[in-house]
DNA sequence: CCGTAGATGATAAGATTTATCACGTATGGA
DNA sequence: TCCATACGTGATAAATCTTATCATCTACGG
């Protein structure tokens, strides 16, 4: 698995390396797109607490590591992601996928040079409908 | 006002054009980046129930009219829109104005090449400081 | 191997969101 | 223009979700 990448990560933000955080991360690693209820209730069964679950979250999310993205029905889901990274969420099954391609360096210089803001990143979620789900249909 | 084609959009999508909804939009227009409890707090002086304020937030967003996005501390914000639009988010004052340009076309078909998934939208929102803020540092 | 700052778990407290239901009204057709 | 009705609203209760508290535990640097 990629935890050397992750170890070395929760170190560089200055976030102890707990099993809890671990685990919150790997569950997003390995089911990207979920809420943190659902992720409490999942890990309630490894003995790790709620609020431990909403604290890691929040840890995570702040050094970069997850990817929080608003679904559709209002909902707030995570994707784990050791670096920057785009979303692909098939709005079907709700699928979620990370693209690491990013194409919008030329377009943050744009917006910097038409607005005179300092951009200092951006967040993308592309939606549409997976291959499998194009084949059901 | 765009009411004209707040309105034509809102019949064009099978919603009510309520007093409440309109001015749902209204604050949003001229108030971008609340979430729903302060728009549910500034519209209860109006006579609007906080119950209404979500269910015309949630009948907007799915017409188009309004986008969601992720804002820091786990919050959900709100701004309104009358087509596709991205957002522009300063990360000092918290303020938002929205970006009409969209250079992802190519991107999109990018994506759609590699994933092989049928697009059919995206949702960008860039992070930034904004003047005002530059100068206040 | 220790000391300590920081993290966890359990639960209580607080806040947000939704459900319910009687009443009101925007909209299309006569 | 006026009516009928399907849809929307307001008030409040109920359900959910999120955070705070505090005693205990532990990851990590020395």
Redesign the pocket.
Known sequence: MEDAGLERL??LRG???????VAVWNALAESPGQ???ELAARLQGS??????V???V??LEDAGLLLRYAAPR?E?RYAAVLGHAHLLVCEECGSVRSLEQCGLAAYEDEVARTTDYRISGHTLVVYGVCPACQEAL
Chains 1, 2 share one sequence.
């Open positions: 929760m170190s976030l102890r390396r707990t099993p809890q955080r809420t943190i209820r003995g790790i607490g709620q609020a431990t909403y604290r890691a929040r840890a209002g707030l």
